[in-house]
């Protein structure tokens, strides 16, 4: 009777459960997205020339992986249930795309909503999210960003678990991002169920406007960055806060964009760049691929930084890396110039969350500068610098 009894309780902790595929996301997801600079502009011709373009340009090299369409690929259902895409615009069906993005040694990524019509008035997922699953593990899907639009009376948690089970059920390791916008703070219960989840509604590219759409209304950089700050003990390998995708290349001056860049790199988010990568600037470019930004966002321990000060527009972000290094990013969130003069003597940075302080009274950091590359000195003297309006200083700081 015992026996039966604790079989039971068994099978009742497990099916309470959602299940996650072991080792996905261990730093934060990388790759290029559709939706902020084509919207529901999509097609298998366009997605393949970015597959091209991410291998040629050397963003592939320096990590971007994963090639994910947005909303707007849908066809219909057919009389099954099952979906199929526009066939004008993937006239080849999503397979033979995957196949191709594959082929490049990318990944393929796709969307889809928990509610009965996406974002974009497209079939969503409610009510087919097995079926679902299964043709996106037969097309080679490797990624799902699963969207929140038209959810009437679903239960947040109960949703991302039904998809996340679909997924694990079909047997194909795909990662989950959820896009729930942080209305019920994801970060407190999703980190069995997805491997990243958005933190803020939709980014735009500017560095702190607010967009009004009447019902919603989309964010500048500073904004979606502000969500971020009591945020990062929810941060690991694994799952992710994600303040929304990339807009460098989108608008923004280059300054902008370099601090944007800088600033997620800061806080561990995953790195989906949005813009067409066919025909960006070299600055763009420069940005999207160094690869010593890179390696702030992507060290191993996934710790997510915090501003560790703040006056007068003048912001010190912090973040913990591994061998004892540490990423450090000024950031000059006003219009005008400001002249730094940081003495690190007095300087004492607490980081309460992993019981790391970094203090330079003993010994003395070298100071690497991220953007600039190269050397600057150390520690031992004052970092003496001009800052111009909306940019950054991007350091890195390691005992040798
Ligand atoms: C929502 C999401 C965006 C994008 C669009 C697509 O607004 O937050 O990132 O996926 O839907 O319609």
Same mark, same amino acid.
């Given at each position: 009777m015992k026996k039966i009894f604790s079989g039971i309780l068994l099978i009742i902790t497990i099916s309470a459960y959602s299940q996650k595929f072991d080792r996905l996301a261990?730093?934060?997801?990388?790759?290029?997205? =559709?939706?902020?600079? %084509?919207?529901?502009?999509?097609?298998?011709?366009?997605?393949?020339?970015?597959? &091209?373009a991410l291998v040629s340009s050397g963003m592939k090299d320096a990590g971007y992986e994963y090639i994910i369409v947005d909303d707007c690929w849908h066809g219909k259902r057919d009389s099954l249930g099952f979906i199929?895409?526009?066939?004008?615009?993937?006239?080849?069906?999503?397979?033979?795309?995957?196949?191709?993005?594959? =082929?490049?040694g990318l990944k393929f990524g796709i969307y889809s909503d928990a509610g009965s019509q996406t974002c974009g008035g497209r079939p969503g997922s409610r009510g087919h999210e097995y079926q679902d699953a299964i043709i996106y593990a037969k097309w080679g899907v490797d990624y799902l960003k699963y969207d929140w639009c038209n959810t009437d009376n679903i239960n947040p948690k109960g949703a991302y678990t039904t998809i996340s089970n679909a997924l694990f059920a079909a047997g194909r390791p795909v990662i989950l991002s959820m896009c729930e916008w942080g209305t019920s703070k994801p970060w407190e219960w999703a980190a069995d169920i997805g491997y990243l989840w958005r933190t803020t509604g939709d980014i735009y590219p500017c560095f702190d406007c607010v967009?009004?759409?009447?019902?919603?209304?989309?964010?500048?950089?500073?904004?979606?960055?502000?969500?971020?700050? &009591?945020?990062?003990?929810?941060?690991?390998?694994?799952?992710?806060?994600?303040?929304?995708m990339l807009e460098v290349g989108n608008g923004m001056n280059v300054n902008e964009d370099?601090?944007?860049? =800088?600033?997620?790199?800061i806080v561990a988010a995953p790195m989906i760049a949005g813009n067409d990568v066919r025909q960006m600037s070299q600055q763009t470019h420069d940005i999207l691929t160094n690869r010593e930004a890179i390696a702030i966002d992507q060290?191993?321990?996934?710790?997510?930084?915090?501003? %560790?000060?703040?006056?007068?527009?003048?912001?010190?972000?912090?973040?913990?890396?591994?061998? &004892?290094?540490?990423?450090?990013?000024?950031?000059?969130?006003?219009?005008t110039l400001k002249k730094i003069n940081y003495n690190w003597k007095n300087i004492v940075i607490n980081d309460s969350l992993i019981h790391k302080v970094l203090r330079f009274d003993a010994g003395k950091y070298k100071i690497h500068n991220i953007w600039t590359k190269t050397d600057q000195g150390s520690t031992a003297k004052p970092l003496v610098a001009d800052l111009p309006g909306h940019d950054v200083i991007f350091i890195r700081l390691s005992l040798n």
């Open positions: 261990q730093t934060p997801p990388m790759g290029w997205n =559709s939706w902020n600079k %084509f919207g529901c502009d999509v097609s298998e011709n366009m997605i393949k020339e970015i597959a &091209d199929h895409p526009d066939p004008t615009r993937f006239p080849s069906g999503i397979k033979a795309l995957a196949d191709y993005i594959h =082929s490049k967009v009004n759409h009447g019902n919603y209304s989309d964010w500048g950089v500073l904004r979606n960055l502000n969500k971020q700050k &009591d945020l990062r003990q929810y941060a690991g390998p694994g799952h992710w806060n994600d303040p929304d370099r601090a944007h860049f =800088s600033l997620w790199c060290d191993s321990l996934g710790i997510q930084g915090f501003q %560790f000060s703040n006056t007068d527009s003048l912001e010190l972000w912090v973040k913990p890396l591994k061998n &004892d290094a540490w990423a450090l990013c000024f950031l000059n969130r006003s219009n």
